[in-house]
């Protein structure tokens, strides 16, 4: 499998398409979510041609992998999410329920969030 350059996060790094950026260094860019799925819902995006967690694992650079997720940490401050927490999950592939083929991890929070999975 290869990377789909034509992805919706792909157009949005490019700036083909707008997004409510929340915050942005030369590793990653992190967006709310255009179909939120609890009070604060944002995506964190590296900046990057990587397909998902596994592929952005043993593929990126350290610094990519450090400057990311400093970018998630940076973004959850940003949020003010840190003081009452949030769930960072990554979907991957089919069985993931993965959509879009670029690596992103969602932050969800704002309120309780439940159990893994409901
Ligand atoms: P996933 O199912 O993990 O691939 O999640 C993809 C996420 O991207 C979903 O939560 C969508 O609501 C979100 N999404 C799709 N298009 C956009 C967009 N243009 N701007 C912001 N979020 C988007």
């Known amino acids: 499998m290869t990377y789909d350059s034509h992805n919706i996060f792909a157009r949005i790094l490019r700036g083909e398409i707008p997004n409510k950026t929340i915050y942005e260094d030369e590793y990653a860019l992190a967006f709310h979510d255009i179909a939120p799925q609890a009070p604060v819902h944002a995506l964190v995006i590296p900046k990057g041609e990587f397909m998902d967690v596994c592929d952005f694992s043993l593929n990126a650079g350290a610094a990519q992998i450090a400057g990311f997720w400093q970018a998630v940490a940076k973004t959850v401050t940003a949020l003010e999410l840190e003081q009452n927490g949030f769930r960072a999950i990554s979907n991957c592939k089919e069985h993931g329920g ?8 969602h932050i969800l929070g704002g309120k309780p969030v439940g159990r893994m999975i409901s």
Not at 98 to 105: A, D, L, M, R
């Open 98 to 105: 993965q959509e879009v083929p670029h690596f992103h991890v």
